[in-house]
């Protein structure tokens, strides 16, 4: 082990990203300059949207440079801090976390975690990114009413296991798409009606649509392709499709995402198809962390975390969770 054995890009994947993509670098623990903090890195995630961050592709963030070290969601310890809002021992999470063991963040994008109510690492799953943009992408992007069918894609991965427990708390009917017959089970124990597994089915199409008898009303889309295309098939009336992650165009990303077209399908259905982004929904982060957080306590809402440890740990960890191969949220403890 080095000094400070940090991630950096070495190349844009073309397929499927392997951990070849990244090569580890000794680094020198940084200084925080003025307006950042050092931090000692405790967990990172890994997640979906780094997919984008590695490819040279146009997307709604800036991309890791060939070269750069890649950054991502953490948590950690602050070592040093200059700024006035922040101080040693504090707690902090960020979504400036370089893939090493001490990083420097901006303090404006520093937040501190409240270790008390949960375990830190929670603020990176359900009372974080993915458990709010379960919370905002059923409730308000894809509005649904009591009773309502919604089918949910990846559906035991960090948004989806959150997702399909809202459903159910507010009372609507959820079915779960996921990739293997022990994720398909777990997702009934957390209150799903019913489930596919998306991996062995031979009729997406027909699998739907016995799942859903009386039709698709609310589709959250958390991966895109082949899963997409059967939910269309299946949609009511002024069905809600929420586009929310294309994690199946993992290995074509820079590709064109080729499928069926549906526009036939949505003039008859007069359904409405939207993309979801977490960030336009940053004014009412407290009140949806706080209602995530009270079903917690109440026993409502059952999480599972996929554990890896240590930094060398951290671009197979991205890989297997592109690959389906995590159950639950996919963290690296450091
Ligand atoms: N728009 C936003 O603001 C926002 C914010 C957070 C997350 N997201 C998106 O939400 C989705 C879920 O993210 P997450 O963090 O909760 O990840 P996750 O579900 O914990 O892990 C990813 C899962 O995707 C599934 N998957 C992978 N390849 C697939 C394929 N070809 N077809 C179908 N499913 C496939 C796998 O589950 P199975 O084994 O079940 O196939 C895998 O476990 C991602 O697309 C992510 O980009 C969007």
Redesign the pocket.
């Known amino acids: 082990m080095t000094v400070n054995p940090s991630w950096v890009l070495r190349s844009h994947p073309t397929a499927m990203p392997t951990p070849d993509n990244w090569t580890l670098e000794d680094r020198a623990i940084p200084d925080a300059v003025d307006g950042e903090l050092l931090v000692k890195t405790m967990w990172l995630s890994v ?3 780094m997919r984008g961050r590695i490819s040279p592709a146009k997307n709604y963030a800036a991309g890791i440079p060939l070269g750069g070290l890649m950054k991502g969601g953490g948590i950690g310890e602050v070592i040093a801090s200059n700024s006035p809002d922040f101080k040693p021992g504090d707690v902090v999470i960020s979504d400036y976390f370089g893939w090493q063991p001490f990083s420097t963040i901006p303090a404006g994008s520093a937040k501190i975690v409240d270790t008390v109510s949960a375990p830190a690492q929670a603020a990176l799953s359900y009372l974080g ?2 458990g709010l ?1 379960a919370y905002f992408s059923l409730l308000k992007t894809g509005a649904p009413k009591e009773g309502e069918t919604v089918l949910i ?8 296991q959150i997702a399909g427990q809202i459903a159910r708390i507010r009372g609507l009917d959820p079915v779960a ?4 017959d022990t ?1 398909v089970a777990w997702c009934k124990e957390l209150g799903y009606r019913a489930g596919i597994n ?2 062995t089915s031979t009729d997406l199409v027909g699998d739907v649509a016995a799942a859903c008898p009386n039709g698709v009303d609310v589709f959250l889309d ?2 895109a ?1 082949p ?1 997409h295309d059967a939910a269309m098939l299946n949609l009511n009336t002024f069905g809600r499709v929420v586009i ?5 165009l ?1 290995d074509k990303f820079d590709k064109p995402d080729i499928g069926m077209r549906h526009l036939r399908q949505t003039l008859i259905t007069r359904a409405r198809i939207q993309g ?4 336009d929904f940053e004014e009412d982060y407290t009140n949806a962390a706080a209602d995530l957080l009270s079903w917690h306590q109440q026993g409502l809402l059952k999480t599972r975390e996929d554990i890896a440890e240590g930094i060398e740990a951290v671009p197979g960890a991205f890989v297997r ?4 191969e ?1 159950f ?3 963290l690296v403890k450091l």
């Open positions: 997640d979906p949207y990114m993915p943009t894609s990846a559906a035991s991965g960090a948004v989806g798409i996921a990739g293997t994720k998306h991996r958390n991966t392709g899963l929310v992650g294309t994690i199946a993992a979801f982004l977490l960030d969770m592109l690959k389906g995590n639950g949220k996919q």
